[in-house]
């Protein structure tokens, strides 16, 4: 079995900084593209932003220059960086992997979610 456990997330002023973080455990075998998406209350899920397992990343146009997704394959974790934040990015923040777990076992997974909350 495979989860992903996200956390970092809370209530920040406007112009403050997150840092989520998501783990990846259970029987995995390697991890290729890792992300976030955000889902705001009458909005649909949107992606935030992607990293490859060979560190190409993609970025909504929204948060660009503002987050910044990393990753440790070592460790098994994502990481996104929040910087700049703006009362719209608050969002119930997802993290989402494609994971091999077998020879020809590969998954896309998610994680359970963490609010972020922008507010003065």
């Known amino acids: 079995q495979v989860q992903l456990v996200e956390s970092g997330g809370g209530l920040v002023q406007p112009g403050g900084s997150l840092r989520l973080s998501c783990a990846a455990s259970?029987?995995?075998?390697?991890?290729?593209?890792m992300g976030w998406y955000r889902q705001a209350p009458g909005i649909p899920r949107e992606l935030v932003a992607i990293i490859t397992s060979g560190g190409n990343i993609n970025n909504a146009d929204s948060v660009k220059g503002r987050f910044t997704i990393s990753r440790d394959d070592a460790k098994n974790t994502v990481y996104l960086q929040m910087n700049s934040l703006k009362p719209e990015d608050t969002a119930v923040y997802y993290c989402?992997?494609?994971?091999?777990?077998?020879?020809?076992?590969?998954?896309?997974?998610w994680g359970q979610g963490t609010q972020v909350t922008v507010s003065s």
């Open positions: 989402n992997a494609d994971i091999r777990t077998g020879w020809r076992s590969t998954a896309n997974y």
């Open positions: 259970g029987s995995i075998f390697s991890i290729y593209n």
